[in-house]
């Protein structure tokens, strides 16, 4: 019996060791795979015989110890060690690799598996895989206003070259410098015409309801009739050209011009808000003086106008008129500073915005200048967007301004209507002054507009936030990747493919966004190396070949004793 014994506890160490040169084969062979994990053996007692149980001491002899007979070894258990790997990066967008605790999330025919190999990619429908099963990657959503919806788990969809964004402009930095030393503004520009009639005879001066059908000049000349177009080409505010504009002279528009009418008042309303005129200040504005058509703009020499003959005409078909000549009665007076930029509406369309900054006041305190701001894009005929004031010290140095917003409509266009835009005059980058200069100049230096652009690129930060990088610049969240956690990743069951099941051991899984809540952190354009030492590796395999050979000598020898007895007996 102690023969067989010992050829059956050879045996059990033989099965032991061999199995211990697998585990170690396996983790040697996957030492390149991608977030693979070691696993580590350990080797426990069989049952043991007892030849005698040990016995207390007395007062008449001392106690003796049971006397036990191993039969050998087993495996008693396998674990997985889920030591993070060293992150490798590979510069691929796509690819990510976990810092820390946690698994990525995969869905795969229905089912929830969970991986730390993050080397996925786009498949044709732009959504994040596994590059082997095709197993989507799932995360966080956005919103329509690009916000992480957390909660609601989908797939990870990226769609580079396909996307587009544009986003319309909602603030406007500006900086420069207002040269204080110029003229305060005092006046603007006057022009007028000769007298206007409301019969052919010359008796009856026009009057703002005045029919422009009925229309006439000092000769008896009818200016109007139903039907002719008014184009105003030509005019310059603060020398730059005022947009071509037209009036139908009648109820209906049948032209497509950009406005129309049948009274005198009519026109001029539609000739004030052409040119750009901002009646809420100064006294500015057309009107109608003892029947003479009278143009008066903004205070300052940036909004002085000039009009001169034929700038306005009326269009006959092939015989065009000129209904009346402006005459400039009154320069404007007043420093003035002009500049011009752009915008964009909700569609990315581009928006030109002209701003003139007139010197208001100065004294012992400091200076204030107001603003006058028109667009052509303004879709309604008055092109008048906004004014305001800027306050300075007696230093130059900003110190507020006042209605600095500026109000844009939109209709017709598709694009969200109306469009506020918030004026800064203080980035910390650069700010507005107002200090004695030949010359005052200001230019935007921010706006947080853009016109349309296409998803080109993507990155993944550290907490899962996958942000597109799109070609107009702009940065948005496209989704998150959360990572799950559970009470024992050695409890989880291998699937092959680098996936996971979870087990009755494992705990249900927690999704946790990255860096929160014991969750490692996620690196981008990386994947994670496998965790397997070689050296360590090597020396289990010496072991184990160490071991094998042992009890096969065991072995070896218990036979030869046993053929001896057999010998013997013969």
């Keep these: 019996m102690g023969l067989g014994t010992s050829m059956y506890t050879a045996l059990s160490g033989l099965t032991a060791n061999s199995q211990l040169l697998t585990v170690t084969g396996n983790n040697i062979s996957n030492v390149n795979t991608t977030a693979f994990k070691r696993s580590q053996v350990s080797f426990e007692t069989q049952i043991s015989t007892t030849l005698r149980s ?20 087993k495996m008693g258990s396998t674990r997985t060690v889920f030591t993070s790997g060293t992150p490798q990066p590979t510069g691929v967008s796509t690819n990510m690799a976990i810092d820390g605790n946690g698994f990525f ?7 929830r598996f969970f991986t730390r190999d993050g080397g996925f990619v786009l498949d044709s429908n732009f959504d994040l895989v596994t590059p082997s099963a095709g197993g989507q990657v799932m995360g966080y959503p956005i919103d329509a206003d690009f916000n992480i919806v957390e909660g609601v788990m989908q797939p990870i969809n990226i769609p580079i070259g396909v996307m587009t964004i544009a986003e319309k402009t909602q603030n406007v930095n500006l900086s420069g410098n207002l040269n204080v030393g110029g003229d305060v503004g005092s006046a603007g520009s006057v022009h007028e015409t000769q007298p206007m009639y409301s019969d052919a005879t010359g008796t009856t001066l026009a009057d703002p309801t005045t029919p422009l059908d009925s229309l006439y000049n000092a000769d008896g000349t009818k200016l ?8 105003m080409e030509g005019p310059t505010r603060g020398g730059a050209t005022v947009t071509t504009m037209t009036f139908e002279v009648g109820g209906t528009n049948t032209t497509n011009s950009d406005a129309n009418g049948t009274t005198l008042q009519e026109y001029m309303d539609f000739m004030q808000g052409s040119l750009g005129i901002d009646p809420t200040v100064d006294s500015a504005g057309v009107t109608l003086n003892a029947g003479k058509l009278t143009v008066t703009s903004n205070f300052g020499s940036g909004n002085a106008y000039r009009i001169e003959d034929g700038d306005i005409i009326v269009n006959k078909g092939n015989s065009p008129s000129v209904p009346f000549d402006l005459s400039k009665t009154q320069d404007a007076i007043g420093e003035s500073s002009k500049t011009s930029y752009v915008v964009y509406d909700s569609l990315g369309n581009e928006m030109k915005i002209n701003m003139t900054f007139v010197l208001d006041t100065k004294d012992d305190s400091g200076s204030i200048w107001r603003f006058y701001a028109t667009s052509d894009q303004d879709t309604d005929v008055d092109t008048v967007i906004g004014n305001g004031v800027i306050q300075f010290d007696n230093n130059g140095q900003y110190i507020g301004a006042s209605d600095a917003e500026l ?37 935007m230096i921010l706006q947080d507009g853009s016109a349309l652009g296409t998803l080109e690129d993507f990155t993944v930060s550290g907490d899962g936030i996958i942000t597109g990088v799109f070609s107009n610049s702009l940065l948005r969240p496209l989704g998150q990747v959360p990572l799950a956690m559970f009470a024992n990743n050695e409890g989880l069951e291998q699937q092959g493919g680098n ?27 990386a994947i994670e190396g496998s965790n397997v030492d070689l050296a360590e590796e090597f020396l289990s395999m010496i072991n184990a070949s160490t071991g094998f050979s042992a009890n096969s000598r065991v072995m070896s020898t218990s036979n030869e004793m046993m053929q001896e007895l057999l010998t013997s007996i013969r």
């Excluded at 040990?54 to 070894?73: K, R, V, Y």
């Excluded at 109007?224 to 184009?231: C, Q």
């Excluded at 506020?420 to 005059?425: D, G, P």
């Excluded at 203080?426 to 010359?439: K, M």
């Design 105 to 111: 999330v995969v869905q795969l025919n229905g089912s």
């Design 54 to 73: 040990g016995s207390a001491p007395s007062e008449m002899h001392g106690g003796t110890n049971p006397m036990q007979i191993g039969l050998g070894t």
């Design 499 to 525: 996936l996971y099941r979870a087990s009755t051991n494992s705990g249900t899984p927690i999704l946790v966004s990255p860096t929160t809540g014991g969750a490692g952190s996620v690196i981008g354009r």
């Design 224 to 231: 109007f009739d139903i039907g002719d177009v008014v184009t």
């Design 407 to 443: 109000i844009l409509n939109r209709d017709g266009t598709g694009a969200e209507t109306p469009q506020s835009i918030k004026l800064a005059f203080d980035a910390p980058n650069g700010q507005l002054t107002s200090l004695q200069d030949t010359a005052g100049q200001v230019s």
